[in-house]
């Protein structure tokens, strides 16, 4: 894909009125906790946080060693929770004809922006491609045009693939989710934008690639989000708001100051009363929404209750 290709393809840039506000009140930004990372070996590491679920594993491995970018131009870093496995560990054996590295920390399980973190630590590629184990990439080129976006723009920080649905007939499932979205499900960086940034929050239980959207957007970084590159992910529907709750405590013990925390937690009422409309976006977004005001209300009240007593 030669430049003139590239810069053919839709680049969806604009500033929204949230990106305005967040850059005019975050002048200082707080940073992640990444420690360390490996020197450059490879063009691109593919850096997966997995916990069982091996027949996913199985699936975007396939689809990984199907790609048409030779073998030794990229890496694949498997980090599994949860002290890891002898199932996950055999991955390594499984794909013999990839570059795989498979990791199990010992410490700090459940903690997704600490897992990112380490993986991250461990990738040896100029470009980081987060992935989930359910994502699917349907393109044997994938890689390859990836590689191509960030070789003929060097002022490209990010690119940032579309989404579609996966096992599911029904679009209307997948509709309440922006197609173009910060997420480590499918989302590649410049490993100089991850380090400049410190990567990621470790004590993010989930959404830290929200938080690491964040940061990137106040610092003005440049993002590519193109429809020419497309990956697949099952429908994010569920009933459950316990990660919402989790996401809201992630947020309250943040390092941001009360100004923004004030800002997110407004942020999420206006979300609120369109529970009551129809469309699962309202509903979905609104229940995220409660879960992120209560975890955040209950670590104010639980941090005045200490004082209270003291």
């Given at each position: 894909?030669?430049?003139?290709?590239?810069?053919?393809?839709?680049?969806?840039?604009?500033?929204?009125?949230?990106?305005?506000?967040?850059?005019?009140?975050?002048?200082?930004?707080?940073?992640?906790?990444?420690?360390?990372?490996?020197?450059?070996?490879?063009?691109?590491?593919?850096?997966?946080?997995?916990?069982?679920?091996?027949?996913?594993?199985?699936?975007?491995?396939?689809?990984?060693?199907?790609?048409?970018?030779?073998?030794?131009?990229?890496?694949?870093?498997?980090?599994?929770?949860?002290?890891?496995?002898?199932?996950?560990?055999?991955?390594?054996?499984?794909f013999?004809?990839?570059?795989?590295?498979?990791?199990?920390?010992?410490?700090?399980?459940?903690k997704?922006?600490?897992?990112?973190?380490?993986?991250?630590?461990?990738?040896?590629?100029?470009?980081?491609?987060?992935?989930?184990?359910?994502?699917?990439?349907?393109?044997?080129?994938?890689?390859?045009?990836?590689?191509?976006?960030?070789?003929?723009?060097?002022?490209?920080?990010?690119?940032?693939?579309?989404?579609?649905?996966?096992?599911?007939?029904?679009?209307?499932?997948?509709?309440?989710?922006?197609?173009?979205?910060?997420?480590?499900?499918?989302?590649?960086?410049?490993?100089?934008?991850?380090?400049?940034?410190?990567?990621?929050?470790?004590?993010?239980?989930?959404?830290?690639?929200?938080?690491?959207?964040?940061?990137?957007?106040?610092?003005?970084?440049?993002?590519?989000?193109?429809?020419?590159?497309?990956?697949?992910?099952?429908?994010?529907?569920?009933?459950?708001?316990?990660?919402?709750?989790?996401?809201?405590?992630?947020?309250?013990?943040?390092?941001?100051n009360?100004?923004?925390?004030c800002?997110?937690?407004?942020?999420?009422?206006?979300?609120?009363p369109?529970?009551?409309?129809?469309?699962?976006?309202?509903?979905?977004?609104a229940?995220?929404?409660?879960?992120?005001?209560?975890?955040?209300?209950?670590?104010?009240?639980?941090?005045?209750?200490?004082?209270?007593?003291?």
């Open positions: 894909m030669n430049r003139h290709t590239v810069f053919n393809h839709l680049k969806l840039q604009g500033t929204t009125l949230r990106e305005k506000i967040l850059k005019s009140i975050l002048k200082t930004c707080p940073e992640g906790d990444l420690k360390s990372h490996e020197n450059n070996q490879y063009r691109l590491s593919c850096v997966f946080i997995f916990f069982q679920r091996y027949h996913l594993m199985d699936n975007i491995l396939h689809c990984l060693n199907s790609q048409s970018l030779k073998k030794d131009k990229f890496q694949i870093v498997l980090v599994e929770d949860k002290g890891g496995s002898g199932e996950g560990a055999s991955l390594r054996q499984k013999s004809g990839l570059n795989i590295d498979y990791f199990a920390p010992d410490h700090d399980w459940g997704m922006g600490f897992m990112r973190n380490y993986g991250l630590s461990k990738a040896k590629g100029e470009i980081i491609l987060f992935l989930d184990d359910d994502t699917v990439l349907m393109d044997t080129d994938f890689l390859k045009n990836l590689i191509d976006f960030f070789a003929a723009d060097p002022s490209l920080d990010a690119v940032m693939p579309k989404g579609f649905a996966s096992q599911t007939l029904i679009m209307g499932q997948y509709e309440y989710h922006d197609p173009f979205f910060f997420t480590n499900r499918c989302m590649a960086y410049r490993k100089t934008c991850l380090l400049d940034l410190k990567g990621f929050d470790s004590n993010f239980i989930g959404q830290e690639d929200v938080e690491f959207a964040i940061r990137f957007t106040a610092k003005n970084y440049n993002v590519l989000k193109t429809p020419s590159l497309q990956y697949y992910h099952p429908p994010l529907v569920y009933e459950d708001t316990s990660k919402g709750h989790a996401v809201g405590a992630s947020f309250a013990g943040s390092k941001y009360m100004i923004i925390k800002f997110l937690f407004i942020n999420g009422i206006r979300w609120l369109l529970y009551f409309l129809p469309g699962l976006k309202n509903k979905f977004m229940r995220f929404a409660l879960g992120f005001l209560k975890g955040f209300v209950g670590k104010i009240f639980k941090k005045n209750k200490k004082i209270d007593y003291q």
